[in-house]
């Protein structure tokens, strides 16, 4: 069946730098990677996606890239601020979510 | 536009007792999610209706929880009996259509099982 492994569980970074999330997923069928981010108390919100027949999506300081070959895609965020930290989900298709990532951002 | 409204926000019961949890999702959305997320892990689908028809229920534990989504747009998810491994954030999402497009989260309900 379909699984996504997320890494890492945890990520500091210093306050400027960039931060990157990969995810690997071990089905074919999807054609949609979502990238969600959840502040404490809320749920998930969608902050990125990108689909199969692109290989790249960038918003501003977020992007997403998407290797269909190597079944993986990764999270970039640069010049991280504050308002950045979160706990950050990969998606297949909104079926399967990874375990999360913890983005602390660091003064 | 109004998001995805859940409610109650927080509910604490012993275990072996009933409860329910009630959504509405954006006016339009054919697509309706329920996820169970456990503290520290990522959202668990448990059951996918489209328009009030169920499309995927093969992570939903059948013997204590059902769900319904009345006329294609309210939905209630239930748990009877409930176990103490129950406790964690009921998440309701809804989206236009079902695959490949955007999600949008309620805020969910904290479910306590004492």
């Known amino acids: 069946g379909e699984n996504v492994e997320q890494h890492p569980s945890t990520l500091s970074v210093q306050e400027g730098d960039s931060a990157v999330i990969k995810c690997t997923y071990s089905d074919s069928a999807s054609n949609y990677f979502p990238w969600y981010k959840q502040e404490l108390g809320k749920g998930p919100q969608l902050i990125i996606d990108?689909?199969?027949?692109?290989g790249e999506k960038k918003d501003q300081r977020i992007a997403v890239t998407l290797n269909k070959t190597a079944k993986h895609f990764s999270l970039h965020i640069t010049e991280t601020q504050p308002e950045d930290s979160a706990v950050y989900f990969c998606?297949?298709?909104?079926?399967?979510f990874g375990k999360g990532t913890r983005l602390h951002i660091l003064p | 536009e109004a998001g995805v409204a859940q409610s109650p926000r927080y509910k604490i019961i012993e275990k072996r007792q009933s409860v329910a949890f009630w959504c509405n999702p954006i006016?339009?959305?054919?697509?309706l999610y329920w996820y169970q997320q456990i503290l520290g892990q990522g959202p668990k689908l448990l059951i996918q209706f489209q328009n009030n028809g169920v499309v995927d229920d093969s992570q939903l534990p059948k013997d204590r929880f059902s769900a319904e989504r009345l006329k294609g747009v309210d939905s209630t998810l239930k748990i009877q009996p409930a176990k103490l491994e129950d406790s964690a954030v009921y998440l309701c999402?809804?989206?236009?259509?079902?695959?490949?497009?955007?999600?949008?989260f309620g805020q969910g309900t904290r479910l306590t099982v004492v």
């Open positions: 998606s297949y298709d909104k079926i399967i």
């Open positions: 990108i689909r199969s027949n692109v």
């Open positions: 999402a809804s989206s236009y259509g079902a695959r490949e497009t955007e999600a949008f």
């Open positions: 006016s339009g959305h054919a697509t």
